[in-house]
């Protein structure tokens, strides 16, 4: 990330905060885009699991995942180290939450796709700009304190909300179809990591940039799984699907060793 620690003069030594600070996030590498990705595509499935699958709509469901994702948010915050396995159910926790909200939102209220991720993408720049102006960055190796993790969780949660709206939205409203808005997410995400590699565009921008196109990504392939054969999906089991992402999720935790984020110097 962009942001650099003060120096300090010769001879002092760094403040307390500075010793004690331990993130609880994870580094930003290849292996946790991958378990990003998985992790979207099971908000989408198992999000309809819960509202569809089962019957309990898109409220009760979106209650259920809010609560979750309470908890979850405090355990996280009240943890004193980084924990693989709690930060990414708390991700897993943002994602279904976000996609029986936008579902709700944009089924049930009748917002419809457009209008939903209007608002969505206001509320995100919104908890973007309040976290800036109240903490100083958005740069996640900046997540340090009590009040920035709970500015970084809220932040998460719009933008996948956002995600499922603009993933639906153009998978359906938009006509491009499950495939077609593969490709199209796929593209961006590819012309981001092009920035990344050939520009000295604000690496923090990048970095939210492709947190936010991971969600409408996963929400279409998550579709494209469980969806109709008629609608253009494979027809697979919702819970099958989950099921088998899930376990995806965990085989990568257990087998590879994530580091928590390190301080910009």
């Known amino acids: 990330m962009l942001n650099t620690s003060d120096s300090l003069p010769a001879n002092d030594a760094p403040p307390r905060a500075e010793v004690d600070w331990v993130a609880k996030v994870p580094e930003v590498t290849l292996l946790f885009w991958i378990i990003k990705i998985a992790a979207t595509t099971l908000g989408e499935t198992g999000g ?9 709509g898109y409220l009760a469901s979106t209650g259920i995942f809010a609560a979750v994702f309470a908890l979850a948010v405090a355990a996280q915050i009240r943890a004193t180290r980084f ?5 990414w159910t708390t991700i897993i926790a943002t994602t279904t939450v976000g996609t029986t909200l936008a579902d709700f939102a944009d089924r049930s209220l009748g917002i419809g796709y457009a209008g939903g991720s209007t608002l969505l993408l206001a509320l995100l720049v919104a908890s973007l700009v309040a976290w800036k102006r109240t903490m100083g960055s958005v740069a996640v190796d ?6 920035a993790e709970v500015f970084y969780w809220v932040t998460i949660m719009y933008s996948q909300t956002l995600g499922t709206a603009l993933g639906d939205w153009t998978a359906d409203t938009a006509g491009l179809g499950y495939t077609g808005g593969a490709l199209v997410f796929s ?5 981001v990591v092009l920035a990344w590699w050939r520009t000295r565009v604000s690496r923090t921008l990048l970095f939210w940039l492709a947190f936010v196109l991971t969600r409408p ?6 579709d494209w799984l469980d969806k109709p054969v008629a609608a253009g999906g494979l027809a697979l089991s919702r819970l099958g699907a989950s099921a088998a992402l899930l376990a995806f999720i965990v085989a990568l935790l257990v087998l590879f060793r994530q580091r928590p984020a390190q301080r910009a110097h």
């Open 48 to 56: 309809d699991a819960l509202s569809m699958s089962l019957g309990l």
């Open 83 to 87: 924990h693989p396995a709690l930060y």
């Open 142 to 147: 900046t997540v340090r304190t009590p009040r």
């Open 187 to 191: 593209g961006l995400l590819a012309l």
């Open 217 to 222: 990504l996963g929400a279409v392939v998550g």
